[in-house]
């Protein structure tokens, strides 16, 4: 039985929350679901709530927390043609955030959609333009049009997207030669497409690309938070799809009590040495594949090698690879001044601007291993402290649905809608403190990571 309305995040309303009104009859379990699971991610990418809303917005008094959006389906024009239209409906006058939207869909395209599995990655990216992306660039001077009306070119500029853009993408950045122009935007398909999403020459599967990839899976970038965050909205990157995405490479050696196991040997039970709780059990090991192909298609899946020494001294003590939002760890004074704690976890991406730290584009395809403890645990592969999979909701959700499923047999309680693992190191998300972080080392040549003496006899002895 479809329900009239839905709310999204936390039930005291702190955070943000999504009010979904439902209108007209042709609502389904079905239909909706990919609105509730939308509005449930978008509910843990932005943290923090917004102004609370009272006032007329044509019928009467209302109150509105965050964002109340209509949602309806009706029919339009059969399939194809009109797919539907969503965006902003009134905004905020000291914020310009929205306080209210619509999206609107043609019933026969709908269940097309639903038909070839394309249904939530429409709802979440028309979701996303209500909440402003594409839709308020140019009321908050988030675009410059470098062409004319007819012709356009068009940057984004705004400052947290431009740094995703640098280092998420960094191999497409580099290579743009009008990088400091901004991160390049959609400029065919005419008005609503062009100027309103990322290129999708450029970007491709990213999910905010102005034309739909339908055979192969979307993604939510970090640029795409990142842009959320230039609107004005508090958003976390930790709970982003590619964020989660954990592995080693093939062929990684992971240290354990038997001495260096190569991580595609490990398997259920297996001990393996933790930083922090000394030796503990495997209780899961995944792996997933990526072709040549695949690669070259999704330059966020391509791995980051790591030379030895390139975190300190001997660390790694020879070369490593990990999948770029694999976190290693940072332990330095210099963490200690940015975050207050010593010891941080970043992605290895971001070390892209230290010497001997690059995205391997040379790969000819890759395995990458996932290894699940019982917590979040920090690790050494190939000599360097790093992490092991986070059970997070959205690490989850990066991994296939078998993964899932086996891991939900061992961990029912992830299932719980109040679980939260505890990271094992404070996980940063401030794309430009991480900045300051990794830029003061390859400043100053500090290591990253030092190990300590009876450390450094159990590596090199076993
Ligand atoms: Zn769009």
Known sequence: MAVTEYTSGSEDESGFNIEIVFEGDLWTDENQQAFIDAAEYLSTVIIGDVTDFRGNLGDGIVEIDDIQITAEISEIDGVGGTLGSAGPTYIRTDTSLPISGSMEFDTDDVDDLIADDDWYDVVLHEMIHVLGFGTLWETLDLITNYGTDDDPDYRYTGENALYEYETEFADIYSEDEDSDLGVPVENDGGDGTAGGHWDDDTFDNEIMTGYLNTDSDNYVSNMTIAALEDLGYETTYTASEVTTTVCFCRGSLIFTPEGMIRVEDLTEGDMVWTKDRGIQPVRWVGSKRFTQNELQNNSHLRPIRIQPGALGDMIPIMELT?????????????????????????PAVKLVELDGVEIANDHSDVEYYHILFDQHEVILANGAWSEALYTGKHAMESLSEEARQEILTIFPEICEPDFCPLPARMIPDRGKEIKALIARHAKNHKPLQLHTESEFLQIFTN
């Not at 770029?324 to 010593?342: C, G, N, W």
């Open 322 to 346: 990990v999948s770029p939002q694999h976190r290693m760890l940072v332990d330095s004074e210099i963490a200690q001044r940015i975050f207050k704690t010593k010891e941080v976890l970043v």
